[in-house]
């Protein structure tokens, strides 16, 4: 099994266990050895699948603006620990290749192998999600067939970029590209640099 190939596993694997509770404030039990990088997978998908049904919570037409605000601050935090996890990942690569000498005509990849592996972790979910809909018995024919459709692109989408997931790490092992780790700095969390959060004193 590639990788990748085991991201996907691992995914579908988180996506599930959410489901058996399907409850935003259910504490997750990684059952992964705590410092491997399965550990770190499930719980970036756990993350994806606790934000995914936040923002469903959230779209409700009919919820309660005081409710609606602490969610919306609720996924602000999420979003940043996805971003960490993310950055972590990241880190385990770089630890992985920190002795590959890239070639003299390496490039680099307009992303890094954590943020295509979030991408992959996202496409777990929305292929659970789009199952459901091809599934349900209460839907015209209409609905099912769109949904089928979108089912399959999805699942060619997650076999592409399981594909070129694995590409890249074998690119970045012979050095035929390298990688940096970028730390995203998000402006919005930091109070040192939201003009909305460092003004309040001058109000």
């Known amino acids: 099994m590639t990788f ?11 996506t599930l266990d959410y489901h ?4 935003v404030d259910f504490v997750a039990v ?7 990088i399965d550990h770190l997978l499930y719980a970036k998908n756990w993350i994806d699948a606790v934000q995914w049904h936040l923002e469903d919570i959230i ?6 603006p005081v409710d609606a605000l602490a969610l919306k601050r609720r996924i602000d935090r999420s979003n940043q620990d996805r971003t960490d996890l993310v950055e972590e990942i990241d880190s385990y690569f770089r630890d992985i290749y920190a002795d590959v000498k890239p070639a003299p005509d390496a490039s680099i990849n307009t992303e890094s192998p954590a943020w295509a592996i979030d991408r992959l972790s996202i496409l777990a979910l929305k292929i659970f999600h789009m199952k459901v809909e091809v599934d349900r018995t209460d839907a015209d024919d209409q ?4 949904c089928r459709a979108k089912l399959n692109v999805l699942l060619e989408q997650r076999a592409d970029l399981t594909m070129a997931i694995d ?3 074998d ?3 012979a050095g035929r590209k390298f990688m940096k780790v970028y ?3 998000k402006m919005y969390n930091d109070p040192a640099t939201n003009p909305v959060l460092y003004g309040k004193g001058d109000k």
Do not use: K, W, Y
Request: hydrophobic content about 35%.
């Open 4 to 14: 990748a190939e085991n991201c996907n596993t691992v995914f579908i694997r988180s």
């Open 183 to 185: 730390r995203q700095m």
């Open 171 to 173: 690119d970045i092992a």
């Open 59 to 64: 779209r409700d037409p009919n919820i309660d």
């Open 167 to 169: 590409n890249l790490l």
């Open 30 to 36: 990684n059952p992964f050895s705590a410092g491997s």
């Open 143 to 146: 609905h099912l067939n769109s």
């Open 20 to 23: 058996l509770h399907d409850d």
